[in-house]
């Protein structure tokens, strides 16, 4: 059985996320062996650290933004040498607190990887504000491997970029989204990064 988005809430951010890789459509989410045989295509491996790994979070992206019918396809990954982290400013549509991806030497976390298509990662491209509030890039720090061990070779990523997107350090330490809710991460104080320490041609 499919899972509906009320399964998965958007708020408080970054949102809940299924336990495995899906498909998500018409406000539903398939784990892929239900699903059947996965889209094809032209599509990109996109890393995917915060909400844009909600189901709720896509549905709104197809209510606000344009984002089409199509499926849209989640690979659970496990990373190492990178981190989500907090960000030193705030989302200016709800003031929650965004997470930023950080060089963190040995931690693993769990995240996920759309299957992009050239049209999706156009409306990602709004949605992240790209040129004002992130860039997308290659990454080139750590490793990023799906739930049957594949690795991810450079797959592309939304960066923070300017003050507002870098990493907040508190007590010059950047403070890691896996380690405080998002109830504290509002009310941290500190300074942003000088950078993300990621290589990122």
């Known amino acids: 059985m499919p899972w509906p988005d009320a399964d998965f809430p958007a ?3 970054p949102g809940v996320v299924p336990p495995t890789s899906f498909v998500h ?5 398939y784990r892929p062996d239900e699903y059947g045989p996965l889209p094809g295509g032209d599509r990109e491996p996109v890393l995917a650290y915060g909400s844009n790994r909600c189901p709720s979070k896509i549905t709104w992206l197809r209510a ?9 396809v989640v690979l659970r990954v496990r990373t190492t040498g990178v981190a989500a982290v907090w960000a030193a400013g705030f989302r200016a549509r709800d003031g929650q607190r965004p997470a ?6 040995g931690v693993v976390e769990e995240h996920a990887v759309w299957l992009a298509t ?16 992130h860039r997308l890039a290659r990454l080139h720090t750590g490793e ?18 300017g003050p507002a997107r870098r990493p907040l350090l508190v007590g010059g330490r950047p403070v890691r989204c896996a380690d405080v809710p998002q109830s504290v991460a509002r009310r941290l104080a500190g300074e942003p990064a000088a950078g993300d320490g990621l290589r990122h041609p």
């Open 11 to 13: 708020d408080p951010y």
């Open 25 to 29: 459509v018409d406000r539903r989410s």
């Open 64 to 72: 606000e933004l344009g984002l089409g019918p199509e499926p849209v």
């Open 100 to 105: 930023v991806l950080a060089a963190a030497p």
């Open 118 to 133: 050239p049209e999706q990662i156009a409306v990602l491209d709004v949605c992240e504000g790209r040129g004002e509030r």
């Open 144 to 161: 990023v491997r799906t739930e049957d061990g594949t690795v991810i070779e450079a797959p592309w990523v939304y960066l923070g970029l």
